[in-house]
C-alpha cells in the first residue's frame, strides 16, 4: 500500500540493514511495528539485526514472533535454523524443518542436508 507507514519504515530499515548501521535499522523496523505491531517483515528483520550483533536470545524471540504471525514466511524459520545451528540445537531444527515442510521449500532441503553431515562427525 503507497504511503503505509509500517511499510515505509521497514524499507528504510532494510536500507540501513544492508549498509550495517545497525541502530538506525532497529530504529526504523521499531517505527515500522508501532504503526503495525502485526507487521511480521519487520519483526523477522529485527531479529536479523540482533541475530547480527550476536544478541542470539533477543534475535530468537523476534523470529519466533514473526512465525507465529505468519507461519506461511519461510525467513524467519531459516535465520532461527541459522541461530539453532551455529549453538549445535539440531532437535529444535528438526522441529522446525518438520514445521517448514509444508512451504516446500528448496532452502529447507538444503539446510538439512547440511545438518545431517554435522551430526555424522
Known amino acids: 500500500m503507497i504511503g503505509d ?6 524499507e528504510i530499515g532494510a536500507f540501513y540493514l544492508r549498509k550495517k548501521s545497525y541502530p538506525l535499522a532497529e530504529l526504523e523496523f521499531k517505527k515500522a511495528l508501532q504503526a503495525n505491531p502485526n507487521f511480521f517483515s519487520a519483526v523477522n528483520n529485527l531479529g536479523i539485526i540482533y541475530a547480527s550483533q550476536g544478541k542470539d536470545e533477543e534475535a530468537i524471540l523476534e523470529f519466533k514472533k514473526a512465525i507465529a504471525l505468519n507461519p506461511n514466511f519461510p525467513e524467519p524459520y531459516l535465520n532461527l535454523m541459522k541461530i539453532y545451528l551455529k549453538k549445535g540445537m539440531y532437535e529444535e531444527i528438526k522441529d522446525l524443518a518438520r514445521k517448514m515442510e509444508s512451504l516446500k521449500r528448496p532452502e529447507l532441503k538444503k539446510m538439512l ?3 545431517i553431515r554435522l551430526e555424522g562427525k
Open 5 to 10: 507507514p509500517a511499510m515505509i519504515h521497514n
Open 113 to 115: 542436508t547440511h545438518i
